[in-house]
């Protein structure tokens, strides 16, 4: 079972800037993805961006140019810089873990992130 850890929400102005940190702990898996998703009040689950182990990183296009992610896997850690945040990123921002080999997905407990004036 991996053990994941967010921190980092809160609220933030429209413009501002947030920076999402998550740990993992417990059986980490050979090779696996990070990623970010987050869920807006009413919709659905989706994926805001994924750092591969090999270093490759990929983004949604609601997000691109102004979210980045990054990886450090000496800690097992991922982290989610947010620029330039708009009313519509407001959500649950959920830390995720996928195993290449047996495809198992760990989640977060979230951190919730809300961009209002």
């Known amino acids: 079972q991996v053990h994941l850890v967010e921190s980092g929400g809160g609220l933030v102005q429209p413009g501002g800037s947030l920076l999402l940190s998550c740990a993992a702990s417990?059986?980490?898996?050979?090779?696996?993805?990070m990623g970010w998703y987050r869920q807006a009040p009413g919709k659905e689950r989706e994926r805001v961006a994924t750092?591969?182990?090999?270093?490759?990183?990929t983004s949604a296009d609601s997000v691109q140019g102004r979210f980045t992610i990054s990886r450090d896997n000496a800690k097992n850690a991922v982290y989610l810089q947010m620029n330039n945040l708009k009313p519509e990123d407001t959500a649950v921002y959920f830390c995720?873990?996928?195993?290449?080999?047996?495809?198992?997905?760990?989640w977060g407990q979230g951190t919730e992130v809300t961009v209002s004036s």
């Open positions: 750092a591969f182990d090999g270093g490759v990183t």
């Open positions: 995720n873990v996928r195993d290449y080999v047996t495809r198992d997905e760990y």
């Open positions: 417990g059986h980490i898996p050979m090779k696996f993805a």
